[in-house]
């Protein structure tokens, strides 16, 4: 690795630094701005989601995007607090302290930093590649499940009704049922009020701040609203200060306790940040480098909890309105992280004056923005297998353990994913020898119904042989050799990328079974790095390097003079030049 290869791995934003002009700093200040106004409502409502003081999701959204920016790969992406991994923080803390407390501040932040320590080693391991094994289908179904949860953990802010803490996600709508009569009209009527004008400002314009004109609504209705009732509570003054240091806790035993849970989380914040910023660089026909975003988010998280930030990951809606506003380089991010900081110092006293209310109505808000109706229709529409992954990580999390809802839906996604690589298509050739085209050729007789060779048969591999296919590409030898008596099998394997020891090792056996009936295995067209592993492993001086050809013309020439001339002799198909 030469002196600037190493200093462009070790400080990637030097590839992207050179790109900022005037022109761009003036368009990234600007995106920066909008992307600050946004998150300031977002911020306050991913930490009340998350179980922690409200200056928590603000503390994220100033540290997490500057760090992520300088060391991940997109051009678009915005880190910082997000509903997902604010639900799953909340979910993996709340079983070992209250909310809200010193003791799971001090928790979620450990928990942020052993969950950048993962996504860190992923990064360096260069495993970004692991993503495409996951299908976004498995984020697709948490956050729909995540979105009622979400939801259903407002139902008290915005009724009144008293709902015991830590209450299942079917027994929270019991206990709604049974003191319907406890509601609270002033409450509910500010949280609707909060709703409504925040979807109508969406409507009218998109670049409008929707959720923070709903929540200054919700806050004027509250004032007005006070007297008349005792119930309406305020959010409280956020400190007006900068993200402050902090430390998480790094006794074993805490470690030991968080460390399942920390892994959910960097699995989660990982597919959530590589899949947003490729549906971004879509748009911006940007190449997106996985393990890169990897190391970005890895160590904005580590960063984040030395600076009182919960775990964080890429924000869809940010970063398209990161994308949208017109910025040119990951500045605009960082720009949104710094003007956010003086906003903060600003108006944090004006804060006092917010209802817990009007949070819950924008935290219904984005909870219904959460599920992905396009996506989910199109999923059951058109894939048995994709229904699957995202009904059960659905339904998981509404009912099991969020980290297992994660675990379960990945889990899933890669048996599927395995059990299709597992049956590759094998596709039966015949030489078709049309008059119009003078050139023979071999194409798959289910295109087009061709006379086939009694003793030799031409298949084509379209997949890899591993240890997960070898069985199926063994019981299709089988067939042939039980039901058509045909021993002598010839395989063209332009299409295998690969074949691994467990493969190489079926394949000679299949080969001696053969050599018993007076047949054989033969291959044409390996690709050269097949070839090479085939030549390493010894598996061509196994079967023999006479069993190896080129070309299927050679092949067929050298194959035919192993044929039994007693069935030649009686043939009627003359398939083959040699046939003649």
């Given at each position: 690795?030469?002196?600037?290869?190493?200093?462009k791995?070790?400080?990637?934003?030097?590839?992207?630094?050179r790109?900022?002009?005037?022109?761009s700093?003036?368009?990234?200040v600007?995106?920066?701005?909008?992307?600050?106004?946004?998150?300031?409502?977002?911020?306050?409502?991913?930490?009340?989601?998350?179980?922690?003081?409200?200056e928590?999701?603000?503390y994220?959204?100033?540290?997490t995007?500057?760090v992520?920016?300088?060391?991940?790969?997109?051009?678009?992406?915005v880190?910082?607090p997000?509903?997902?991994?604010?639900?799953?923080?909340?979910?993996a803390?709340?079983?070992?302290?209250?909310?809200?407390t010193q003791?799971?501040?001090t928790?979620?932040?450990?928990l942020?930093?052993?969950?950048?320590?993962?996504q860190?080693a992923f990064?360096i391991?260069?495993?970004?590649?692991?993503?495409n094994?996951?299908?976004?289908t498995?984020?697709?179904g948490?956050?729909?499940?995540?979105?009622?949860?979400?939801?259903?953990?407002q139902?008290?802010?915005?009724?009144?009704?008293q709902?015991p803490r830590g209450?299942?996600?079917?027994?929270?709508w019991?206990?709604?049922?049974?003191?319907?009569?406890d509601l609270?009209?002033?409450?509910l009527v500010?949280?609707i009020?909060?709703?409504?004008?925040?979807?109508?400002t969406?409507?009218?314009?998109a670049?409008?701040p929707?959720l923070?004109?709903?929540m200054?609504?919700?806050?004027?209705?509250?004032?007005?609203?006070?007297d008349?009732?005792?119930?309406?509570?305020?959010?409280?003054?956020?400190?007006?200060?900068?993200?402050?240091?902090?430390?998480p806790?790094?006794?074993?035993?805490?470690?030991?306790?968080?460390?399942?849970?920390?892994?959910?989380?960097?699995l989660?914040?990982?597919?959530?940040?590589?899949?947003?910023?490729?549906?971004?660089?879509?748009?911006?026909?940007?190449?997106?480098?996985a393990?890169q975003?990897?190391?970005?988010?890895?160590?904005?998280?580590i960063a984040g909890?030395?600076?009182?930030?919960?775990?964080?990951?890429?924000?869809?809606?940010?970063?398209g309105?990161?994308?949208e506003?017109?910025a040119?380089?990951?500045?605009?991010?960082?720009?949104?992280a710094?003007?956010?900081?003086v906003i903060?110092?600003l108006i944090?006293?004006?804060?006092?004056y917010?209802?817990i209310?009007?949070?819950?109505?924008?935290?219904?808000l984005?909870a219904?923005?959460l599920?992905?109706?396009?996506?989910?229709r199109q999923i059951?529409?058109?894939?048995?297998?994709?229904?699957?992954?995202?009904?059960?990580?659905?339904?998981?999390?509404?009912?099991l353990?969020l980290e297992f809802a994660?675990y379960?839906?990945?889990l899933l996604?890669?048996?599927l994913?395995?059990?299709k690589?597992s049956?590759?298509?094998i596709?039966?050739?015949?030489?078709?020898?049309?008059?119009e085209?003078r050139?023979?050729?071999?194409?798959?007789?289910q295109k087009?119904?061709?006379?086939?060779?009694?003793?030799l048969?031409t298949?084509?591999?379209?997949?890899?042989?591993?240890?997960?296919?070898?069985?199926?590409?063994q019981?299709?030898?089988?067939r042939?050799?039980d039901n058509?008596?045909?021993h002598h099998i010839?395989?063209?394997?332009?299409?295998?990328n690969?074949?691994?020891?467990?493969?190489a090792e079926?394949?000679?056996?299949?080969n001696k079974?053969l050599?018993?009936?007076?047949?054989?295995?033969?291959?044409?067209?390996?690709?050269?790095?097949?070839y090479?592993?085939?030549?390493?492993?010894c598996?061509?001086?196994?079967?023999?390097?006479?069993h190896f050809?080129?070309?299927?013309?050679?092949?067929i020439h050298?194959?035919?003079?192993?044929?039994d001339?007693?069935?030649?002799s009686?043939c009627?198909?003359l398939?083959?030049?040699?046939?003649?």
């Amino acid at each position: 690795m030469t002196y600037k290869l190493a200093l462009k791995f070790i400080f990637p934003f030097l590839t992207w630094f050179r790109l900022v002009t005037p022109q761009s700093l003036k368009a990234d200040v600007m995106a920066g701005l909008t992307g600050a106004v946004i998150v300031l409502p977002q911020g306050v409502a991913f930490a009340t989601i998350a179980g922690l003081p409200p200056e928590y999701g603000l503390y994220t959204a100033m540290v997490t995007p500057i760090v992520a920016a300088l060391f991940g790969s997109s051009f678009h992406l915005v880190s910082g607090p997000t509903t997902a991994i604010s639900i799953v923080v909340f979910s993996a803390i709340s079983h070992h302290a209250d909310p809200g407390t010193q003791e799971f501040v001090t928790l979620a932040l450990t928990l942020t930093f052993l969950a950048g320590v993962y996504q860190l080693a992923f990064g360096i391991a260069r495993l970004g590649v692991l993503v495409n094994f996951v299908s976004h289908t498995v984020v697709i179904g948490f956050t729909a499940g995540a979105a009622i949860l979400i939801a259903t953990s407002q139902m008290k802010n915005i009724t009144g009704i008293q709902i015991p803490r830590g209450e299942s996600f079917l027994h929270t709508w019991m206990d709604l049922y049974q003191r319907i009569g406890d509601l609270n009209p002033y409450i509910l009527v500010i949280a609707i009020a909060t709703l409504l004008v925040a979807v109508l400002t969406k409507r009218i314009s998109a670049r409008i701040p929707n959720l923070l004109f709903g929540m200054i609504t919700g806050g004027v209705l509250a004032l007005f609203l006070k007297d008349h009732t005792d119930g309406i509570s305020f959010l409280g003054e956020i400190p007006a200060q900068l993200p402050p240091l902090s430390s998480p806790a790094f006794s074993f035993q805490t470690i030991k306790m968080l460390a399942p849970e920390a892994f959910a989380v960097a699995l989660l914040g990982l597919i959530e940040a590589v899949s947003i910023s490729r549906a971004i660089a879509t748009r911006s026909s940007q190449r997106i480098d996985a393990s890169q975003e990897f190391i970005g988010q890895g160590l904005s998280n580590i960063a984040g909890s030395f600076f009182s930030s919960y775990a964080g990951s890429g924000s869809f809606t940010r970063s398209g309105i990161n994308y949208e506003a017109g910025a040119k380089t990951p500045l605009s991010a960082i720009f949104a992280a710094i003007i956010l900081m003086v906003i903060v110092l600003l108006i944090a006293p004006l804060t006092a004056y917010l209802p817990i209310a009007a949070m819950g109505g924008v935290i219904l808000l984005v909870a219904w923005n959460l599920i992905d109706f396009h996506h989910i229709r199109q999923i059951l529409t058109f894939s048995k297998s994709e229904s699957a992954i995202l009904l059960t990580t659905f339904f998981a999390t509404l009912f099991l353990e969020l980290e297992f809802a994660i675990y379960l839906g990945v889990l899933l996604s890669l048996v599927l994913f395995l059990a299709k690589t597992s049956t590759p298509e094998i596709v039966t050739l015949s030489l078709d020898k049309s008059p119009e085209d003078r050139r023979s050729k071999f194409i798959d007789i289910q295109k087009k119904p061709l006379k086939q060779c009694p003793q030799l048969k031409t298949i084509r591999i379209d997949m890899s042989i591993y240890f997960g296919s070898i069985d199926y590409i063994q019981q299709r030898i089988t067939r042939i050799v039980d039901n058509e008596r045909i021993h002598h099998i010839l395989i063209v394997a332009s299409g295998i990328n690969f074949i691994d020891l467990s493969g190489a090792e079926a394949l000679v056996a299949e080969n001696k079974r053969l050599h018993k009936l007076g047949g054989g295995l033969y291959f044409v067209g390996l690709k050269p790095s097949v070839y090479e592993f085939a030549a390493r492993s010894c598996f061509i001086k196994q079967i023999g390097s006479d069993h190896f050809f080129d070309s299927k013309r050679v092949a067929i020439h050298e194959i035919y003079k192993r044929l039994d001339r007693e069935i030649c002799s009686t043939c009627n198909v003359l398939l083959f030049r040699e046939c003649q």
